[in-house]
């Protein structure tokens, strides 16, 4: 029927193998993952960008607040 099976333990059926058509990587669509990441400069950038903190947590955030706190401190009246 197939050439190659993904062979995957399932965690029903006690355990069977997996029956789905093997990919390239060996396993199905469902066990082994599509994605092996990005090869290209574009998409390492674009995976950098998307994955870049903002808001509250980025760092430049807890910087400005580091440094508007030093300047309150340092206020004299």
Same mark, same amino acid.
């Given at each position: 029927?197939?050439?190659?099976?993904?062979?995957?333990?399932?965690?029903?059926?006690?355990?069977?193998?997996?029956?789905?058509?093997?990919?390239?990587?060996?396993?199905?669509?469902? !066990? &082994?993952?599509? $994605?092996?990441?990005?090869?290209?400069?574009?998409?390492?950038?674009?995976?950098?960008?998307? #994955?870049? =903190? !903002? &808001?509250?947590? $980025?760092?430049?955030?807890?910087?400005?607040?580091?440094?508007?706190?030093?300047?309150?401190? #340092?206020? =004299?009246?």
């Amino acid at each position: 029927m197939f050439d190659k099976l993904c062979g995957a333990k399932a965690r029903t059926n006690a355990y069977q193998p997996c029956r789905q058509p093997a990919m390239a990587n060996g396993r199905c669509r469902l !066990h &082994g993952g599509k $994605s092996s990441g990005a090869k290209t400069e574009e998409g390492k950038k674009y995976i950098k960008v998307a #994955n870049t =903190k !903002h &808001g509250f947590y $980025s760092t430049e955030f807890h910087e400005d607040k580091k440094f508007i706190r030093m300047l309150i401190k #340092n206020i =004299k009246l």
